[in-house]
Structures are given as C-alpha cells and as structure tokens.
Nanobody
Framework: QVQLVESGGGLVQAGGSLRLSCSAS????????MGWFRQVPGNQREFIGT???????NHAIAVKGRFTVSRDNAKNTIYLQMNKLKPEDTAVYYC??????????????WGQGTQVTVSS
C-alpha cells in the first residue's frame, strides 16, 4: 500500500507565503514524476507543477515566478513553495506521484489534499 500525505496548508494573508509538503510512504520500488494540482469546488483540478526524479521542474504559467516545486528523493517528498499568494490561490492542493510498485507496475497516487486559504 502506498500513501501520499500532504501538510503545510492553512490560512494566510494576501502577499504571504506557505510551503506545502507531501511525503510518500509504503512498499514501492521508486517514484518518478511528482506534482502538485489544486481544485476549487465546482471546478476541474488545475495543474500547478511537476518535477522529474532528476529534479527538472515544470511550472504552470499561472504560477510561474511565484510558486516553486522541489523534491527530496531521499525522503520521498515533494514541496511547493508558494510566495506572493493571492486570494485566487485559495483551493485544496493535492500532490500526485507516479509510483513503481514492487511488482514492477507503475501507478499514479494522490494525496488527500490540504486546504490553502488566502485572505484579502
């Protein structure tokens, strides 16, 4: 069983910063691409950014320059540093990982989500 657990969400004023973390645990061989998405109720899940196992990031245009995705392979953890937050960044943030199981199969896994609320 593989679990992704997010942390670091909360309430912050506009212009402030938050750092989200997402750690993978369980029985697996390795993790390839990891990423962050967000969702507002009633809307589709929105891509924020991904990062390859080798550390190459890819950020959505909407957050480029404000948000940074990074990872620590030794800790099986992905981070999302969010700066200059805006009220429209308010959403539930989810992490995602492409995980290779012990069987050799690759499967996508999602975290449970963490709420980020930005007040004006």
């Amino acid at each position: 069983q593989v679990q992704l657990v997010e942390s670091g969400g909360g309430l912050v004023q506009a212009g402030g910063s938050l750092r989200l973390s997402c750690s993978a645990s369980g029985n697996f061989s390795t993790i390839n691409t990891m990423g962050w998405f967000r969702q507002v109720p009633g809307n589709q899940r929105e891509f924020i950014g991904t990062i390859s196992r080798s550390g190459v990031p890819n950020h959505a245009i909407a957050v480029k320059g404000r948000f940074t995705v990074s990872r620590d392979n030794a800790k099986n953890t992905i981070y999302l540093q969010m700066n200059k937050l805006k009220p429209e960044d308010t959403a539930v943030y989810y992490c995602n990982a492409q995980v290779q199981l012990l069987s050799g199969s690759w499967l996508p896994y999602w975290g449970q989500g963490t709420q980020v609320t930005v007040s004006s």
